[in-house]
């Protein structure tokens, strides 16, 4: 399921709180969502007002980080971008970590400085 969807600026927007908004109610809190040539990004699903934000502004934050959006065509496609590039950033990394590979090397030290073992001669 989709985290975002456009919002066409006339379905009512539901809070995660339950509060129920008339378009007219959130483009009053969210002057900008008013704007006829912003397109108003939120919540997928029923809550749809848990996210507010503008496409633009989303394509800009995650262009910079290296979302490429040159194959889209529509805001729909953006959006997916976005969200397989968040996708990605979540993803778990097999990779160990900078703190894995520290206490490796200190392991590996401390390891290395003991004596090397002796035989015991039996008298």
Do not use: H
Request: contains cysteine; charged residues 20%; aromatic residues 8%.
């Amino acid at each position: 399921m989709s985290r975002y969807a456009i919002w066409n600026k006339s379905d009512p927007i539901i809070t995660p709180v339950g509060e129920v908004l008339t378009a007219e109610q959130w483009i009053k809190r969210y002057p900008v969502a008013g704007v006829p040539s912003i397109t108003v990004v939120c919540a997928a699903g029923e809550i749809n007002g848990g996210f507010f934000g503008t496409l633009g502004q989303l394509e800009q934050i995650y262009g910079e980080q290296g979302a490429d959006f040159s194959a889209c065509q529509t805001p729909e496609d953006k959006l997916a971008v976005i969200e397989a590039f968040e996708d990605a950033l979540n993803t778990p990394s097999d990779e160990p970590s900078a703190e894995e590979r520290i206490a490796a090397a200190l392991e590996y030290q401390v390891m290395a400085s003991l004596p090397d073992e002796t035989a015991v001669k039996e008298v």
